[in-house]
C-alpha cells in the first residue's frame, strides 16, 4: 500500500471522505449544520482557512482526541470533488459526515478505507491492527439503506477475512475478481485505488489535494465544553496505539 505520506500521518489517513461539491459549498454548509448541532450544549464551532502544504494543513488537526472528534478539516483537490478528515485518534470516521451533506447538497460523496493489515496473531494480546479495504459511494437520494449506492469492502475479522458488497456495481468495476477462490484476494488497495480514479479521486496522491498555491482547506473548531473523559494525543502517540 502505498498511503498518502507513506503512512506517516496515519491514522488520520487511514479513511477519507469526499463529496463532489466544492470547498466553500461544503464548508458553508457543514459550519450551519454543525453549529446547530453544537449550539444546545454550549459548544462555538470556529472557522478558518488553513494554507500551507497537505501535511501542514493536516497537522493542524492536532491535537487527535478520543470520545469526541473536536476538529474538522475540508481540502480543495485538483479535481470536482472536496475531501474531508477530522481528528479521531484511531482515524477519521467520515461515514455520517459524508452520507448526510451528499443527500442534502445534493451531489455524491465517497468514503475511501485503506488500513493495511498489520495484526501478528489472532490472540488478545497481539499486536498491530487488522486490516481493511473499502469503498463506500453515496448519493443524493435514498437507496436499499438510506443513500448508500455502492458499498465494496475486504475485511480482516480476525479469524478470517470477509468480503462483503451491495448495490449496484458501476461499469468500471472488475466483477470477475470478486469470484475468486482466496477470499483475501478479492479485493486489494490497487483495485481500490483504480475505482477511487474511476471516479475521478486520485486519495493516495498528495499532489491531487490544495491545487494551486492559493488554495486553502477549511478548519472547524469546536470551542467550549468537552466530554470529560475525552484525552488528547499527538500524531505519534495515537500512531503507536495502532502498532
Known amino acids: 500500500m502505498h498511503l498518502l505520506f507513506d503512512g506517516k500521518l496515519a491514522p488520520v489517513i487511514f479513511r477519507i ?7 466553500r459549498t461544503v464548508a458553508d454548509f457543514f459550519a450551519e449544520w454543525e453549529r446547530g448541532i453544537q449550539k444546545s450544549r454550549g459548544v462555538g464551532v470556529e472557522r478558518r482557512e488553513i494554507s500551507g502544504s497537505l501535511e501542514q494543513v493536516l497537522r493542524a488537526l492536532a491535537p487527535l482526541t478520543s470520545m469526541e472528534r473536536r476538529r474538522y478539516i475540508f481540502v480543495p483537490t485538483g479535481g470536482s470533488w472536496t475531501a474531508f478528515f477530522d481528528n479521531g485518534h484511531q482515524g477519521s470516521d467520515p461515514e455520517s459526515v459524508i452520507s448526510h451533506m451528499a443527500m442534502h447538497l445534493g451531489c455524491r460523496g465517497v468514503k475511501v478505507v485503506a488500513i493495511p493489515d498489520t495484526r ?3 490472540h488478545t494480546d497481539a499486536r498491530g491492527r487488522f486490516g481493511t479495504i473499502e469503498l463506500q459511494v453515496y448519493g443524493p437520494e435514498k437507496t436499499h439503506f438510506l443513500n448508500y449506492m455502492r458499498t465494496i469492502q475486504l475485511s480482516n475479522q480476525g479469524d478470517r477475512w470477509v468480503f462483503t458488497e451491495t448495490g ?15 477470499v483475501r484476494e478479492r479485493f486489494s488497495f490497487e483495485l481500490l485505488n483504480r475505482y477511487a480514479n474511476a471516479l475521478g479521486l486520485q486519495p493516495f496522491d498528495e499532489s491531487f489535494y490544495l491545487p494551486s498555491p492559493h488554495s486553502s482547506a477549511v478548519l472547524f473548531e469546536k470551542i467550549g465544553p468537552a466530554n470529560p473523559r475525552m484525552e488528547e494525543y499527538s500524531f505519534e502517540d495515537a500512531r503507536r496505539l495502532f502498532t
Do not use: I, S
Request: glycine share 8%.
Open 120 to 122: 501478528d496473531g489472532e
Open 168 to 182: 449496484t456495481p458501476f461499469p468500471f468495476e472488475d466483477a470477475n475478481q470478486y469470484k475468486v477462490r482466496r
Open 17 to 23: 471522505g469526499f463529496l463532489e461539491m466544492d470547498c
